[in-house]
């Protein structure tokens, strides 16, 4: 399968910083990133969809100004947290798609995110 | 939306044995439907998918059925092995939604010696 490779796959950071996570597809162009956010021992919730070159969609509840994310290039999909809270603290993860309906994508390694 | 039910969401087999796990779905408009193993501390990985006009697949000592009328799709893994214990999430793909996948809440498979 296609590589999608996540970055850093572990990070720590103090409440009130900011913290990007970057999402790459190594050997395809992903037209589609979606990003997932995972609670210890439960499911892959959807965060945002985002096309290259457009502005992500998001989901219900989900705060756009604190959860930024920026997919300018058709490798490269960034997730910023900002202002980080204890309550960020999570498993975020990244899956590349290159679009259209029933299309397999790929997931990335996953970033476990500790605010401290 | 798309609501996707799983089950068990654990599962304890010892090895050899084999282990199903169960989903449905309530979106008779969705057509994909993968299934992911998710190892602790990592991303979800595709193991077997099924599309919406095949009822039944197979890779190796692992199957997937998909019941369309019924709206549900199940996991079949024969001979299990210990690396086989993991997470497993399956999830269903709805049409004209931009790809967008509704996991399940996932099942905990344990396969002892």
């Known amino acids: 399968g296609a590589v999608v490779s996540q970055h850093p796959s572990r990070v720590i950071c103090k409440s009130g910083t900011s913290v990007k996570i970057e999402c790459r597809s190594l050997?395809?162009?992903?037209?589609?990133m979606f990003w997932y956010r995972q609670f210890p021992k439960q499911s892959l919730m959807l965060m945002a969809t985002s096309n290259e070159g457009s502005k992500a969609t998001y989901e219900q509840g989900v705060e756009k100004d604190k959860f930024l994310i920026n997919h300018a290039s058709l490798t490269l999909s960034t997730l910023t947290v900002t202002s980080a809270h204890p309550e960020d603290s999570s498993f975020y993860i990244c899956?590349?798609?290159?679009?259209?309906?029933?299309?397999?994508?790929?997931f990335g390694q996953g970033t476990r995110l500790t605010v401290v | 939306g798309e609501n996707v039910e799983q089950h068990p969401s654990t599962l304890s087999v010892q090895e050899g044995d084999s282990a199903v796990i169960k989903c449905t779905y309530s979106?008779?408009?969705?057509?994909?439907f993968p299934w992911y193993k998710q190892e602790l501390g990592k991303g979800p990985q595709l193991i077997i998918d099924?599309?919406?006009?095949?009822g039944e697949k197979k890779d190796q000592r692992i199957a997937v059925t998909l019941n369309k009328t019924a709206k549900h799709f199940s996991l079949h893994i024969t001979e299990t092995q210990p690396e086989d214990s993991a997470v497993y999430f399956c999830?269903?793909?709805?049409?004209?939604?931009?790809?967008?996948?509704?996991f399940g809440t996932g099942t905990r498979l344990q396969v002892t010696l």
């Open positions: 999830a269903a793909h709805s049409t004209g939604t931009a790809s967008k996948l509704t």
């Open positions: 099924i599309r919406s006009n095949v």
């Open positions: 979106d008779s408009a969705s057509n994909y």
């Open positions: 899956r590349a798609g290159t679009g259209g309906p029933s299309t397999e994508a790929f």
């Open positions: 050997d395809f162009q992903a037209t589609t």
